[in-house]
């Protein structure tokens, strides 16, 4: 969740952007020869017009380092797994990372040169359509820190004890080469040799930790499609604990030890918010759940890391129901356009608030009403983003979350419990691990309550002001 310290007097973006630039047609495959060119350096998201690239898709990415929080120098190699989609004879990669000593395409070296965030790729022999190729790229230094439009901050954050990794909006590059958009999922192998004695967490399963000469290496496999900026390795002096859902999910985490004690009431909790969330929006989507509990002050706010989301401070329940909520709407259906943002925040806020009645607080109508939400005055700035384009500095902003959710609570009363619950969980689940748009939610809702709700959608989503009817 947003820390409220960061929201600032942070200014409208004032974009109003359409979804621009689509990469570069491929050249044909199939017939005759080959046609070979560059793939596109990103996929065109005005928000952030950097971000993935085209001519490839990435099927996994194993990252082995080892990290010396002390000096904070890391030695690292990923190996990334593609398949080109077009002939290539150039592709780039996002990465902004420390300084490369080594790339290779398959067996052979390659040429590269870094411009800002691009790493760009002449791999020879040239690449065809269809192929599977591997792409090592060999690193060592200290990650960045990234600043974010609205000045908060991301990538590898160092702590007291080690390293705190939240990778949205655009974080992952900091520390592994990739194609970082949503649009673009992959699995994940994480190899993280870290000082003995301190714990490094990735997301999904733990499949060995071994400690050689003092210093250990945990293996964690993540073996559903995961977008890049849901990876985290997350490194410190952790309390780790084990369990498991009701139906059998199993759970780790690990806890600052100086936050165990006034964390342990929310942590004792994942296990219900997991089951309660899985009642209304069916089948929890991973092998494996958890959370990270860290202090990293500067950080401020949380993150919905896939199977571990990572709290920079300890959580309050709200708080740890709004990062799981995200498992199902933003990590499993992700965004196809980060000016889509209200289909992650909208929802887990929303989740956040039946939880909370659910669990003998408020009901989803009173906080509807409150003053944070409807009862906003009309005057109020907060009435003056557009929820589908809150531009690159307000997309943590208040909007996504508050009229993201209200719009839901708006539409449950629309179309009926019956079917906004249907809606929710199809939702989930024919979308799962898949990419989405406000306009396949738009369709499905009116598909499930035979309903033409175009001006419903138009008043909560794309019209500025105060909903009055609807
Ligand atoms: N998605 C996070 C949440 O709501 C919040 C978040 C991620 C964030 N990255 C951010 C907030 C950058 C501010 C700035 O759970
Ligand atoms: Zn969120």
Redesign the pocket.
């Known amino acids: 969740?947003?820390?409220r310290s960061?929201r600032g007097a942070v200014v409208a973006a004032g974009l109003s952007v359409l979804v621009g630039a689509q990469p570069a047609l491929a050249a044909p495959a199939g017939h005759g020869e080959p046609r070979y060119s560059a793939g596109a350096p990103s996929v065109g998201d005005p928000y952030f017009p950097d971000e993935g690239n085209g001519g490839f898709d990435v099927l996994h990415y194993d990252v082995a380092f080892d990290y010396e929080p002390a000096t904070r120098h890391m030695v690292a190699t990923t190996t990334i797994t593609a398949l080109a989609t077009q002939d290539l004879d150039r592709f780039d990669l996002d990465f902004r990372g420390p300084e490369i000593s080594a790339l290779l395409v398959g067996k052979h070296p390659a040429s590269f040169r870094r411009d800002g965030q691009e790493l760009v790729v002449t791999p020879r022999p040239k690449l065809k359509s269809g192929e599977q190729f591997t792409v090592v790229v060999k690193y060592a230094g200290t990650p960045p820190v990234i600043t974010?439009p609205?000045e908060?901050i991301?990538g590898w954050v160092p702590t007291d004890d080690g390293v705190f990794v939240?990778g949205?909006?655009q974080g992952s590059p900091a520390w592994l080469p990739g194609s970082d958009h949503p649009t673009d999922k992959a699995t994940f192998t994480f190899h993280a040799t870290v000082p003995e004695g301190l714990t490094a967490v990735g997301n999904g399963q733990l499949l060995s930790q071994k400690t050689v000469g003092g210093r250990t290496t945990f293996v964690w496999d993540s073996t559903e499609p995961m977008a890049t900026y849901l990876a985290t390795v997350t490194i410190g002096k952790f309390q780790v604990a084990r369990s498991a859902t009701p139906s059998g999910i199993p759970i780790y985490t690990a806890v600052d030890p100086q936050l165990a004690s006034q964390s342990a009431a929310t942590v004792a909790r994942i296990p219900d918010i997991i089951e309660y969330f899985g009642s209304l929006f069916g089948p929890y989507p991973f092998a494996s759940a958890g959370a990270i509990i860290d202090r990293a002050p500067d950080v401020g706010?949380?993150?919905?890391s896939q199977t571990k989301?990572i709290f920079s401070s300890s959580p309050s329940l709200n708080?740890m129901a709004?990062?799981i909520a995200?498992q199902w709407y933003?990590d499993s259906v992700s965004l196809s356009r980060w000016s889509d943002i209200w289909l992650?925040?909208g929802f887990?806020t929303y989740a956040q608030w039946m939880w909370t009645e659910h669990n003998g607080g408020a009901t989803t109508q009173q906080t509807f009403n409150s003053a944070s939400n409807y009862g906003r005055a009309a005057t109020s700035a907060f009435w003056q983003t557009v929820t589908t384009d809150p531009g690159p500095v307000d997309m943590?902003g208040s909007v996504p979350?508050n009229r993201g959710a209200m719009t839901l609570h708006a539409l449950r009363g629309k179309i009926g419990d019956t079917a906004f619950f249907q809606l929710l969980k199809q939702w989930a689940t024919a979308h799962r691990y898949g990419n989405v748009s406000t306009a396949d939610f738009i369709g499905e809702a009116q598909s499930v309550s035979g309903m033409d709700l175009t001006n419903f959608f138009d008043v909560w989503l794309v019209q500025k002001g105060k909903p009055a009817t609807w």
């Open positions: 969740m947003r820390s960061l974010d609205d908060s991301e939240p949205e909006p706010y949380a993150l919905e989301p708080t709004h990062e995200h933003g992650n925040e887990a943590f979350y």
